[in-house]
């Protein structure tokens, strides 16, 4: 049984370093639900206030990770148009690999912005804004996980 614990453990670690990058997937959320599989293994274990620091980390980086695109696309002017537009930015990127998931929400919110007002300076300032947001959001989310996988690496170790 602890073997098939550990299994799930390096799934659910490696689905939530993805997670970060694929915004389909709760990345550090997941990434903590593979420090909790493998607490319940014989091959390592993670102390109380290291489990209470980690799972409020995930939380609060979850929680950014929504905040900070918009505040990216707000502070650069964007309205509600770039913020829709990065969004399915953002879906039709996931088709298209790495560079779709980055270029895409920024294309987006450009679109959306100029839906919204005929003006290419002002819909590019908002597209900047809003792959600015994302790409921070990303960093966030992934020193969150990379955090949370070397307590993980760290605990199988010792």
Same mark, same amino acid.
């Given at each position: 049984?602890?073997?098939?614990?550990?299994?799930?453990?390096?799934?659910?670690? &490696?689905?939530?370093i993805?997670?970060?990058?694929?915004p389909?997937l709760? =990345? +550090? +959320?997941?990434?903590? &639900?593979? &420090?909790?599989?493998?607490?319940?293994?014989r091959?390592a274990?993670?102390?109380?206030?290291?489990?209470?620091i980690?799972?409020?980390?995930?939380?609060?980086v979850?929680v950014?990770?929504?905040?900070?695109?918009?505040?990216?696309?707000?502070? /650069?002017?964007?309205?509600?148009?770039?913020?829709? #537009?990065a969004?399915?930015?953002?879906?039709?990127g996931? /088709?298209?690999?790495? +560079?779709?998931?980055?270029? #895409? +929400?920024?294309? #987006?919110?450009?679109? =959306?912005?100029?839906?919204?007002?005929?003006?290419?300076?002002?819909?590019?300032?908002?597209?900047?804004?809003?792959?600015?947001g994302?790409l921070? #959001?990303?960093?966030?989310?992934?020193?969150?996980?990379?955090?949370?996988l070397?307590? /993980?690496?760290?605990?199988?170790?010792?």
């Amino acid at each position: 049984m602890d073997y098939f614990l550990l299994a799930v453990a390096i799934i659910l670690m &490696l689905l939530g370093i993805a997670g970060c990058l694929l915004p389909i997937l709760p =990345g +550090p +959320p997941l990434t903590y &639900l593979g &420090l909790v599989v493998l607490h319940f293994t014989r091959f390592a274990e993670i102390s109380r206030n290291m489990f209470i620091i980690l799972g409020i980390v995930a939380v609060v980086v979850t929680v950014i990770d929504y905040v900070v695109p918009i505040w990216g696309t707000r502070r /650069f002017g964007g309205s509600k148009y770039g913020m829709r #537009g990065a969004t399915v930015g953002l879906i039709i990127g996931l /088709f298209l690999g790495p +560079p779709g998931i980055i270029i #895409g +929400p920024f294309i #987006g919110a450009v679109v =959306g912005e100029l839906i919204f007002k005929d003006d290419i300076k002002y819909a590019l300032k908002a597209g900047f804004g809003s792959l600015l947001g994302f790409l921070t #959001g990303v960093g966030l989310k992934l020193a969150a996980a990379l955090l949370m996988l070397f307590y /993980f690496v760290k605990a199988l170790i010792v």
